[in-house]
């Protein structure tokens, strides 16, 4: 009989059929075809592994509630209706199983709808691999990481639990021995209360050491950059040291090289706590003989000059292999030293990472019994020629006034109300003080004032809870200031989020509290300017280009019409997602939320650009691990703007279509 050709066509579809089978058998990852009723059509023997099925037939036919548990495969028909409802495919999309033997697998992969030879919708396509090890490592990863942090809050709430407790009551004494020495006393007292006044401040500044380092170990330091004046540091460095060094019949002072330029930007506060602390050590480590401060000009050019700062003294000095040893923390050169000088062994450890936060280092040369120079280069921009130096205001002391302000004082204890009390008066303000954050609102409820200063440990109502409430239910724009002894676990950061404008820190210091005061209640046309600089702000964040069809048109490929489909499929659908989003954010449910998140993220990854895709991704991910909802709503709502946003840029990519 003669060949009709379809013998040899018949053959090769059968070899092809064949072949591919062999492929997707030999594919380590589960792929399935299911049709329009979750029914699988066809599978790789992987996914036949997956669902313990003894062959591939046993399986095709039957939908996923043969195989998994009720809830697994309720949530997984949800995301198959989905596709199919869409058009749009799920890519990447993380999925937990568990099995019928309670093993639990964690895998990530696709689903895109399947089209018939005809284009008719029949089904979808499933691709998963298995990220199980990866979820597992992860899962240990968070748990340590979670115990460290664990471990380091406990540790800095200890500091500033101890912190608090310390600098409250030498608040009390520092406060009343100023008090006092302003006073008309004879001279013998004058000595006493001098020596009482050295003693006190000694202790603050231990105090304040163990919280630097405690700031700069977490991360928590950040340096300024304002304009300072080079001459005025340096100045101020020598006054504060000079009384000390005559009393022990030493030589103190300084020099700065005339090439250099009295004004630059960067962080004057740290610069001159450097030049302190190097200064400082120096007179105690000296018995006889001289102390200098010194600075050279290394370099200059393009709006920067690169200065050397050098700190010498007759002292002690130190052997050469102990050099290296005493910038450690609590380390001093031997026990001997600390036994006959006293200190933390901290002051040196702090300068060295302040001054490499400033990108120097911090260095030392000495010979035993001869002295030591400790030296650093740091890069200044050169600055304005009206710097804002540490402790002044715009003004003299003496012309600074508060008459006729109303100041609200916040604070529970006794000796540290006097002391505020007494200072603000002086300055002119009529002030109230109240004991906790609840008399302080039932007050603003009916009373006005132009000021208020909180204190963030109180009981009944604590400073930041009240500050909260200040804000949000009573509506008022008061300035706030709070006033802490506690300076770590990032209490500052928490005072701003609850409204207020700065801090003051414990004990009081009339410089510090002078300019924070006229920092709020003054300069109301610089506010003005700031807000503009926020709407400057909004306007250019609402010209973000968040729309990024790339994805979605190399699915389509060369389909203008399928792209503009799926645009409005995306249009349509996924703005009711989003206001589940929206609605789960406003009844604070965490679980919701990452419902919502995990319904939108597959159509974000197609449309989106990488901002919008990492922050859906970060909302689903956090709320699964089950984020604390303030956290999680701040990204939430982020999102939901954005969202406006890529809906108008998506209309235009449609329209241009």
Same mark, same amino acid.
């Given at each position: 009989m003669e060949s009709t050709g379809f013998e040899e066509i018949g053959l090769e579809l059968k070899q092809e059929? #064949?072949?591919?089978?062999?492929?997707?058998?030999?594919?380590?990852?589960?792929?399935?075809?299911?049709?329009? !009723?979750?029914?699988?059509?066809?599978?790789?023997?992987?996914?036949? /592994?997956?669902?313990?099925?003894?062959?591939?037939? !046993?399986?095709i036919g039957k939908t996923d509630e043969f195989f998994y548990p009720p809830d697994v495969a309720a949530e997984t028909r949800l995301e198959d209706n989905q596709?199919?409802?869409?058009?749009?495919?799920?890519? #990447?999309?993380?999925?937990?199983?568990?099995?019928?033997?309670?093993?639990?697998?964690?895998?990530?992969?696709?689903?895109?709808?399947?089209y018939d030879?005809?284009?008719?919708?029949?089904?979808?396509?499933?691709?998963?691999?298995?990220?199980t090890h990866r979820k597992k490592t992860l899962e240990a990863l968070i748990a340590a990481r979670q115990q460290a942090e664990q471990s380091t809050r406990a540790k800095e709430l200890f500091l500033a639990q101890m912190s608090h407790e310390i600098r409250t009551p030498l608040n009390a004494i520092i406060g009343m021995? +100023?008090?006092?020495?302003?006073?008309?006393?004879?001279?013998?007292?004058?000595?006493?209360?001098?020596?009482?006044?050295?003693?006190?401040?000694?202790?603050?500044?231990?105090?304040?050491d163990i919280l630097d380092f405690s700031k700069i170990e977490s991360g928590q330091i950040e340096m300024s950059h304002n304009d300072f004046n080079l001459h005025e540091i340096f100045r101020r460095v020598y006054d504060a040291n000079a009384f000390r060094a005559e009393e022990k019949g030493l030589k103190i002072g300084f020099s700065v090289d005339e090439r250099i330029g009295n004004f630059f930007r960067g962080d004057a506060v740290r610069l001159q706590q450097i030049l302190n602390n190097l200064v400082s050590n120096a007179i105690k480590f000296t018995l006889r003989g001289s102390v200098e401060m010194v600075c050279?000009? +290394?370099?200059?050019?393009?709006?920067?000059?690169?200065?050397?700062?050098?700190?010498?003294?007759?002292?002690?000095?130190?052997?050469?292999?102990?050099?290296?040893?005493?910038?450690?923390?609590?380390?001093?050169?031997?026990?001997?030293?600390?036994?006959?000088?006293?200190?933390?062994?901290?002051?040196?450890?702090?300068?060295?990472?302040?001054?490499?936060?400033?990108?120097?280092?911090?260095?030392?040369?000495s010979v035993k019994e001869k002295g030591s120079t400790?030296?650093?280069?740091?890069?200044?921009?050169?600055?304005?020629?009206?710097?804002?130096?540490?402790?002044?205001v715009k003004g003299s002391d003496k012309n600074f006034s508060m008459k006729g302000i109303r100041v609200l004082l916040v604070e529970d204890n006794k000796f540290n109300q006097f002391i505020a009390k007494a200072i603000l008066e002086k300055w002119g303000a009529t002030t109230i003080i109240l004991e906790n954050g609840q008399q302080a609102i039932d007050m603003l409820r009916t009373e006005t004032v132009d000021l208020v200063l909180m204190d963030i440990q109180m009981p009944v109502m604590d400073g930041i809870t009240a500050a909260t409430i200040i804000r949000k239910e009573l509506k008022l724009e008061v300035p706030i200031l709070a006033i802490t002894a506690?300076?770590?676990?990032?209490?500052?950061?928490?005072?701003?989020?609850?409204?207020?404008?700065?801090?003051?820190?414990?004990?009081?210091?009339?410089?510090?509290? +002078?300019?924070?005061? #006229?920092?709020?209640?003054?300069?109301? /046309?610089?506010?003005?300017?700031?807000?503009?600089?926020?709407? !400057?702000?909004?306007?250019?964040?609402?010209?973000?280009?968040?729309?990024?069809?790339?994805?979605?048109?190399?699915m389509v490929g060369n389909a203008p019409g399928m792209l503009k489909m799926m645009i409005d499929k995306f249009l349509e659908v996924t703005p009711d997602y989003v206001k589940e989003l929206s609605a789960a954010l406003d009844q604070r449910d965490v679980e919701a939320i990452g419902r919502s998140a995990h319904k939108i993220k597959s159509a974000i990854d197609l449309v989106s650009n990488d901002t919008m895709r990492s922050l859906i991704k970060k909302i689903n991910d956090d709320a699964r691990e089950g984020s604390k909802y303030e956290p999680l709503a701040e990204l939430v709502r982020q999102f939901l703007g954005y969202f406006a946003m890529l809906t108008e840029q998506l209309e235009k990519r449609r329209a241009a279509i």
């Open positions: 059929l #064949h072949l591919l089978r062999t492929i997707i058998d030999n594919i380590p990852d589960p792929i399935y075809v299911k049709d329009l !009723e979750g029914r699988k059509i066809l599978l790789n023997k992987a996914e036949a /592994e997956l669902l313990n099925a003894s062959s591939i037939g !046993e399986v596709v199919i409802e869409t058009r749009i495919p799920m890519i #990447h999309r993380e999925g937990r199983v568990i099995t019928k033997s309670g093993e639990e697998m964690w895998f990530e992969g696709n689903k895109i709808p399947f030879e005809k284009g008719a919708l029949s089904g979808i396509i499933g691709i998963s691999h298995d990220i021995v +100023r008090m006092l020495r302003d006073s008309k006393v004879e001279d013998s007292q004058m000595r006493l209360l001098d020596n009482m006044k050295s003693s006190s401040e000694n202790l603050l500044g231990i105090i304040n050279e000009l +290394r370099a200059k050019g393009m709006g920067k000059e690169s200065i050397l700062f050098r700190v010498s003294d007759t002292g002690i000095g130190i052997s050469p292999e102990n050099q290296e040893r005493i910038f450690e923390s609590f380390k001093q050169e031997d026990e001997s030293i600390t036994r006959t000088f006293g200190g933390t062994g901290l002051g040196l450890s702090i300068s060295r990472q302040l001054v490499g936060l400033m990108g120097g280092v911090l260095s030392v040369e400790f030296f650093f280069t740091i890069e200044f921009e050169t600055g304005s020629r009206q710097p804002d130096t540490p402790g002044n506690n300076v770590v676990l990032g209490i500052i950061e928490r005072c701003r989020q609850a409204g207020m404008q700065g801090y003051i820190s414990k004990p009081f210091d009339e410089d510090d509290l +002078r300019n924070k005061i #006229h920092a709020v209640v003054g300069d109301r /046309e610089e506010k003005m300017e700031i807000g503009k600089e926020k709407e !400057e702000e909004i306007r250019v964040r609402e010209e973000i280009a968040l729309c990024d069809t790339s994805r979605l048109e190399k």
